[in-house]
């Protein structure tokens, strides 16, 4: 598990309603107190003006007629330019940045879930993402049926693309990121998405500081 500079890279990842934004501005607002560093939020797809039109592409279903791999080709669009005009940026001058959804997404949602081939992602992930890999994934872990009732709740108008699948598509989403996270658990962590909101925000934060303790440091401390 790489640091970069002061800061890091971490990402969020889970089904629909599992929480991952709230978690995300919870988990900002702390570091920024905690550490005095700059900490940046973003999500995907999205993150960037080009990436967020996609975004709304996507959302609307627009590339689903054409099926998944037309999907990851458009989420990889998104993602390149979101790379090279925020995230890597950011790292670069030492920053914490912290992302709603990133490549996990895509092994999930098109890959495990969608039905596409997962060399074909995995080699599509390598020539998109290179290098710029995570310090840390968090899981948020959640009984779709939940997530599902979750995501209609909040929502004043109809499901989008992701939400209007069936329960066995987010069946088995759940599945692949549960895999993702017994595959890499260097890098991923499961968080149970279930408890409740400051219950969550506490496992999170204990994760950060065992995983990354570095990062908690002052900028300018010299010992944790």
Do not use: W
Not at 123 to 146: C, F, K, N, Q, Y
Request: charged fraction near 25%.
């Amino acid at each position: 598990m790489t640091e970069i500079a002061a800061g890091a890279f971490i990402t969020f990842e889970g089904g629909e309603g599992a929480g991952k934004s709230t978690q995300v501005q919870r988990l900002a607002a702390h570091l920024r107190v905690r550490t005095n560093r700059p900490v940046v939020v973003t999500r995907e797809p999205g993150g960037s003006p080009k990436a967020e039109a996609i975004r709304d592409a996507l959302l609307a279903g627009i590339a689903k007629p054409h099926g998944p791999f037309a999907e990851a080709l458009l989420f990889s669009a998104a993602r390149i330019d979101h790379l090279d005009t925020l995230i890597r940026p950011a790292l670069a001058r030492g920053e914490t940045v912290l992302c709603d959804r990133f490549a996990d997404s895509t092994r999930a949602y098109q890959g495990a879930a969608g039905g596409l081939d997962p060399e074909l992602v995995t080699s599509l992930e390598r020539v998109v993402v290179g290098p710029t890999r995570p310090a840390l994934t968090l899981i948020l872990d959640l009984d779709p049926v939940v997530g599902l009732a979750r995501a209609a709740g909040r929502s004043d108008g109809a499901p989008d693309r992701f939400e209007a699948e069936a329960l066995d598509f987010h069946a088995r989403l759940r599945a692949a990121f549960r895999a993702i996270a017994e595959a890499e658990p260097e890098r991923c962590a499961l968080v149970d998405a279930g408890a409740a909101p400051d219950a969550v925000a506490a496992e999170i934060r204990a994760i950060v500081a065992a995983r990354l303790p570095t990062l908690l440091r002052k900028a300018g401390d010299d010992a944790a």
